[in-house]
């Protein structure tokens, strides 16, 4: 079994259900039709076809590249205040430019 209902709510007419698969990222949340949630039988018959659903997504799952952090590198730049300032400068008074043209 590589699924777990996390969640299966109802409130009012409506019914809510979400599936998570237990080896990869990845998730169905559906709300029922009326003709789905009817009976018992009906309930189950689209919670099989969900998690049908569900092992397609995870199997067309592509684990995204690796990154390599660099924030600590990043924060090791001698960033110049003056420069700072001019470019805020620079980029108010293009948008007060661009709100005199509208």
Known sequence: MNYQITRYEEKSDALFICINH???PVYIEHFFTEDERKDEASRIA???KLVAELEIKAD?????EKFISKVEE????KLDT???AS???AIL?????EKEVE
């Open 46 to 48: 689209c919670i099989e």
């Open 93 to 97: 008074a293009e948008k007060l430019e």
């Open 60 to 64: 067309e799952y592509v684990e995204p």
């Open 82 to 84: 003056e420069k700072i």
């Open 22 to 24: 237990t080896e990869k």
């Open 87 to 89: 470019a805020k400068s």
């Open 74 to 77: 990043a924060r090791a730049f």
